[in-house]
Structures are given as C-alpha cells and as structure tokens.
C-alpha cells in the first residue's frame, strides 16, 4: 500500500527566502506525481505534474524534483512572498486499484511572514 | 478549457437528514470522475471514483452513495447523515491517459449537527 509523507508539517520563514518542502513514497512504481497548494477553506490547485520519466518541472518560482529510485520529490520555492502562504500537498496515483486515484500526503502548512 | 463546479458550497444539515451534492465538470468529455473527504485534522480520503455513466467504486464502507447519471455529473448522496460525515467533500476530474493531472472543484464544506 502506497505512504506518502511530506515533511515538515509546518514551517514560518520571512518573505524573500528561498525553500524546500519534502515529500516521500513508498512505493517508487508510480506514473507521476503532483504538488497542489490549498488555500483554506478552499479546493486545491494543481501547481505541477512531474512524469514518472522526468526529474524536474518549473512553473515560475516554483520547482519540483522527482527521484523515483529514492522514492523522494521536492518543491522549491524561490524568493518566498507572503502570498505563498498556504498548505502544500503531494500526491501520487494508486499503482493498483482506484483508477489512478491519487493518494495524498498530509502537507506542509507554509506561513511566509511580510 | 476544462471548469469543474461543486454546489452547494456549504451545507449545515442535522443528524439523520438526507443529502445531495452535486459535480460538474465542463470542457472535457469521458473523465475520471473522484469523490474525497477532507476531515479537520485528517488528510484527504477517496470515497468513490467513477469511469463512466453508471460505473462506481467505493472505498470504503459507509453510508455515502455516489451516482453518474451523465458523462460529466457526480453526485455524493446519504439517506440519513450521521455526525460524522461533517467534513470538507472535493469532487475531482482526470483525463483517461495514465499520466493526465487530476483537477479538483473548490469544494463543499458539510457540518452535520
């Protein structure tokens, strides 16, 4: 049964440093695996899909790594705005049943301080 | 472009009352079609996912059904909603390639008193 987890669980940095969230897997036989930033109260937005084929996505200030032998991605934010605050989630497709249903880790709550 | 809705955005519902939430997803045409649960303080659990009209699968045992009646609705439902089933219900879409993104609607927050 695939485990994700994602360290640390929170983290307060002040605005304009740079930062890593980690997450691992258990099992390293996925098809892709995806970052979501969640606002509270609110849905979550997919910020980047890394094929199980690449090691590295960008999106702006945003960069995630994947090192699937490892079983270990992850998003690096550069030069942090306290509009980034937020819960930063990764998640990746079941191998076996639930139609590449996504199976989550618990986030990393970011606080980015003005 | 792809836009997914969920209605009613929040819901307050007492013990034992039936509920109805509704998916629609727009702009794509034979999704994989997800319902989760995000509890307080618990991370985000799937309840049901479909891959077509009429096609569920459940997860886990409870006392949440879900429906497909056409190719881009799904809907969460409960005859008699028990305390807790209060949480925060994401509906999800995903093309059918192995590698598609999955996209979630913005959600609804459901407190069963």
């Known amino acids: 049964k695939q485990e994700v987890t994602q360290i640390p669980a929170a983290l307060s940095v002040p605005e304009g440093e740079n930062l890593v969230l980690n997450c691992s897997f258990t099992?390293?036989?996925?098809?892709?695996l995806q970052w979501f930033r969640q606002d509270p109260g609110k849905g979550l937005t997919s910020l980047l899909l890394?094929?199980?084929?690449?090691r590295e996505q960008t999106s702006g200030r945003l960069n995630a790594s994947l090192d699937k032998s490892s079983g270990r991605s992850t998003l690096y934010i550069a030069a942090s705005q306290p509009g980034d605050s937020a819960t930063y989630l990764c998640?990746?497709?079941?191998?076996?049943?639930?139609?590449?249903?996504?199976?989550f880790g618990s986030g990393t709550r970011l606080q980015v301080q003005p | 472009s792809q836009t997914i809705h969920q209605w009613p955005a929040t819901l307050v519902q007492p013990v034992g009352s039936p509920l109805s939430l509704e998916c629609t997803v727009e702009?794509?045409?034979?999704?994989?079609l997800y319902w989760y649960r995000q509890a307080a303080g618990r991370g985000l659990q799937l309840l049901f996912y479909?891959?077509?009209?009429?096609?569920i699968s459940s997860e886990v045992p409870q006392n949440l059904s879900a429906s497909r009646p056409q190719d881009r609705q799904f809907i969460l439902s409960s005859k008699k909603l028990l305390l807790s089933d209060s949480g925060f219900y994401l509906c999800?879409?995903?093309?059918?390639?192995?590698?598609?993104?999955?996209?979630f609607g913005p959600g609804t927050r459901l407190t069963v008193l």
């Open positions: 998640a990746v497709p079941r191998s076996a049943t639930g139609r590449r249903a996504l199976t």
């Open positions: 999800a879409w995903r093309g059918t390639s192995d590698h598609n993104e999955q996209f």
């Open positions: 099992d390293s036989a996925i098809y892709n």
């Open positions: 702009g794509t045409s034979n999704p994989n």
């Open positions: 890394i094929q199980s084929s690449q």
């Open positions: 479909s891959v077509g009209i009429g096609q």
